[in-house]
């Protein structure tokens, strides 16, 4: 089966504009998580969903970053007025539900590039 | 305050040489798990296993085991006689029970594995 798919890979854009991601999760997951990865910071947790509700936005790091997911399934990510240092690998995992022991599985990302 | 500490930022060893990564963790939640995630070049994260806070045996995968001690809260990695496939940035993760899978990720190890 397929398996976490993301989109766009790469994403250049200017300082200012917005920007969305899209993630689709393995079918039938109903846990999603982004994550974003950058060379300062590591690997950072950003939001999860179960389902369409997100219970925990504590990783957002500013009111420019939000998501929402539709339908249980797609989720998008918008920066609003990026910055240089939004640039980073943006990564998005789903698991079969949102508990503490399931394994996540990983889509290859969205490197975003802030000029 | 939870947080996973790699204290390795990067290992150079030559193809068939045993190497351990390290792994150190903080939290105060008596029920958490422990995860080792490999991301090769290519960029995806993959999963290589999962430990519970109340499974301390150790685990051999192949020519990958796991010592999980929690007495020096610690679950270091080594991959014994390594090849060069084995190259990739090695990430330790901490999910906390409390939490709904959210995962708290180490700095991440870069392996380099000669020929």
Redo the contacts between chains.
């Keep these: 089966g397929a398996g976490v798919s993301q989109s766009p890979s790469n994403k250049v854009t200017e300082k200012g504009k917005d920007v969305e991601l899209r993630c689709d999760p393995i079918s039938g997951h109903t846990?999603l998580?982004w994550?974003r990865q950058s060379l300062g910071q590591?690997?950072?947790?950003l939001i999860?969903f179960?389902g369409n509700s997100a219970?925990?936005k504590s990783?957002l790091p500013s009111d420019r970053f939000s998501a929402e997911r539709t339908g249980g399934s797609v989720s998008t990510l918008t920066i609003q007025r990026t910055q240089q240092e939004d640039s980073a690998?943006y990564?998005c995992?789903s698991?079969s539900i949102?508990?503490?022991?399931?394994?996540?599985?990983?889509?290859?990302?969205t490197r975003l590039t802030v000029l | 305050a939870q947080k996973v500490t790699q204290a390795q930022t990067e290992i150079s060893v030559v193809e068939k040489e045993d190497v351990t990564l390290d792994c150190v963790y903080e939290t105060r939640d008596t029920t958490y798990y422990l995860f080792w995630y490999k991301q090769p070049p290519s960029g995806e994260l993959v999963f290589l296993i999962r430990r519970n806070s109340f499974d301390e045996q150790n685990e051999i995968s192949g020519r990958y085991s796991w010592n999980f001690q929690k007495s020096t809260s610690s679950f270091n990695f080594t991959i014994t006689a390594s090849q060069v496939v084995d190259s990739a940035v090695y990430f330790c993760a901490l999910s906390e029970a409390s939490n709904t899978g959210k995962l708290i990720f180490g700095q991440g190890t870069t392996l380099q594995v000669k020929p």
């Design positions: 846990a998580y994550y590591g690997l950072e947790f999860y179960q219970p925990d990783g690998v990564l995992a698991s949102a508990v503490s022991y399931n394994e996540q599985f990983f889509g290859p990302g």
